[in-house]
């Protein structure tokens, strides 16, 4: 071999060799000098959750804010202070008097107020003396939301959000702004329906059957909360037929959905898109969100809803008797098997119920042959029907069951109170007597009809079923009692029927009520 070549062999081996140590290196894991290798991201194929992403896309350009603004009427001033001690103005006070010279004083180093100004102010107001009746400036005063029920422009919302406006302005999802006028709203149910005047169609909703909904089922609220504008929450039906106490008609569907402030009239969706209801109470000690929210049932707004587009207002059935519900004791007193009906504490002079032959201590049992289950039951059902209906009204009286037919009256607006009649007979004391096992003792009423409990003994039965001195015992088991006397024939009668418990009608402050009290106390 040449030299060269020796030399080249060697050269050529060293190289190898160096290579072979890099791919041995490589091979082996440690890295190069001048690159980094890094572990992929962690990563979870998680199981499918629902999403509300497209029935919120779908249904949000329905979906507004209502701003609500109210008319502020011009005031007098005279430039000065003018102040209210307890019912007389600043000028009544006597000249003498240390806070008129005060405010005198203090209204005189604050500029004259009463001197030239005051004149400008008289002159004014002689060149234009109807300045004070035009209408004033308006001013925001609450605000809510809303959703359109129809492409051209009509939207509902709650009475509670527009009762006290006079000017409404319709916010929708881009922000746009349009003014609204006020259809008709209903404060029994707490709806209102505004209208957009529009060369446009707009994106509307429809309502649900309600009836199909289920507790458990997923729900989606939108609305605008403490005035943020469209914002979207989601939850559960968490119960149905709530009654929260907010008027006669109460059937609320409540949800778990964060509902706030800003929400009410704002509605709350089904998966598919449809309204099940609409917000607008909620339950919260704190004044926000803890998961308890009420909407109106969409069967009962749409009825409603159809009424204020056609009438402007809603026009109700009315029966005209004030009614309770029906106990396990006043049942077994009545002989009633169920614990079902609505209870007749008094009929209303010259309402429908009164004129047809109904009666206090009766038991409303059915309405033309369906059954009502309670109070609330009765008022939705006869709110339901036209003014005007003939219906029969199934009650129970004297221990069977009976028909009577009905004409419906309209529901006023404003029931009015009924006041006691004025009695100018002399008073006539009249004697004690003691019905000592019920706890009660009572004396004849100065009006002759019914006695008057003047004292309830602690821990008797009578207190424990709420009765009180000044209470007026009226009859006992529908009839009609003026002393003691009375009551004990009644109870002994009662008793050798086999009835273990008496009915007594009693009233307090122009408001009749049935107590229910054992006989075997008696």
């Not at 059915?366 to 219906?391: C, H, Q, S, W, Y």
């Not at 009286?397 to 009924?418: C, F, H, N, W």
């Not at 008073?427 to 002759?448: K, M, R, W």
Request: proline content about 6%; cysteine-free.
């Amino acid at each position: 071999m040449s030299k060269a070549s020796r030399k080249f062999s060697k050269g050529f081996l060293s190289t190898t060799a160096i290579a072979g140590v890099a791919a041995a290196l490589l091979a082996t894991g440690v890295p190069a000098p001048t690159t980094g290798a890094f572990a992929d991201a962690v990563r979870v194929e998680a199981p499918q959750a629902p999403s509300f992403a497209d029935v919120v896309d779908a249904v949000s350009p329905a979906v507004v804010s209502v701003r609500v603004q109210a008319e502020v009427k011009p005031v007098s001033n005279d430039g000065g202070f003018n102040f209210d001690f307890n019912g007389r103005g600043f000028d009544d006070l006597p000249d003498d008097h240390p806070m008129k010279r005060f405010f005198d004083q203090f209204n005189r180093g604050f500029g004259d107020r009463q001197g030239p100004d005051s004149d400008r102010r008289a002159e004014r107001d002689r060149r234009d003396p109807d300045r004070k009746k035009r209408p004033g400036r308006v001013r925001p005063v609450s605000q809510g939301s809303g959703f359109f029920i129809s492409e051209d422009g009509l939207l509902v919302t709650n009475n509670h959000v527009v009762e006290d406006g006079s000017a409404f302005t319709v916010i929708m999802d881009d922000g746009t702004e349009l003014d609204a006028k006020l259809i008709g709203r209903d404060k029994r149910t707490d709806l209102a329906v505004l209208k957009v005047e529009e060369e446009r169609k707009f994106t509307y909703v429809d309502f649900a059957d309600d009836s199909k909904i289920r507790v458990g089922d997923w729900v989606v609220a939108v609305g605008n909360p403490f005035g943020l504008g469209g914002t979207v929450t989601a939850g559960i039906v968490s119960a149905r037929g709530r009654d929260i106490g907010a008027g006669p008609y109460d059937d609320f569907i409540q949800v778990d959905a964060a509902v706030n402030r800003g929400n009410s009239g704002g509605p709350t969706f089904n998966l598919n898109g449809e309204v099940i209801g609409i917000n607008t109470a909620i339950f919260s000690p704190s004044g926000g969100n803890v998961g308890i929210a009420f909407a109106i049932p969409a069967t009962t707004a749409r009825a409603v809803i159809n009424d204020l587009i056609a009438d402007g207002s809603v026009e109700r059935g009315w029966l005209g008797v004030q009614i309770q519900p029906v106990t396990a004791d006043i049942a077994e007193s009545l002989g009633l098997a169920t614990e079902e009906g609505a209870l007749v504490t008094e009929p209303q002079p010259d309402a429908p119920a009164s004129k047809a032959g109904i009666a206090a201590g009766d038991v409303v049992t059915a309405v033309n042959g369906d059954t009502v289950k309670g109070p609330r039951e009765l008022a939705k059902m006869i709110a339901a029907m036209d003014p005007g209906k003939a219906v029969d009204i199934t009650v129970w009286r004297d221990g069977k069951s009976e028909t009577i037919k009905v004409e419906l009256g309209s529901l006023p607006t404003d029931m009015a109170a009924v006041s006691p009649e004025e009695d100018s007979a002399p008073s006539i004391p009249q004697a004690e007597a003691t019905l000592d096992n019920f706890g009660l003792t009572v004396v004849p009423a100065e009006t002759g009809n019914g006695l008057v409990i003047t004292s309830v003994a602690p821990d008797s039965v009578a207190e424990e079923r709420g009765l009180r001195a000044g209470d007026v015992i009226l009859a006992v088991n529908n009839k009609d009692v003026t002393n003691a006397s009375d009551v004990v024939s009644i109870i002994d009668a009662a008793a050798k029927d086999g009835r273990k418990a008496a009915l007594f009608q009693v009233e307090n402050e122009n408001r009749s009520r049935f107590v229910a009290l054992p006989i075997d106390q008696g």
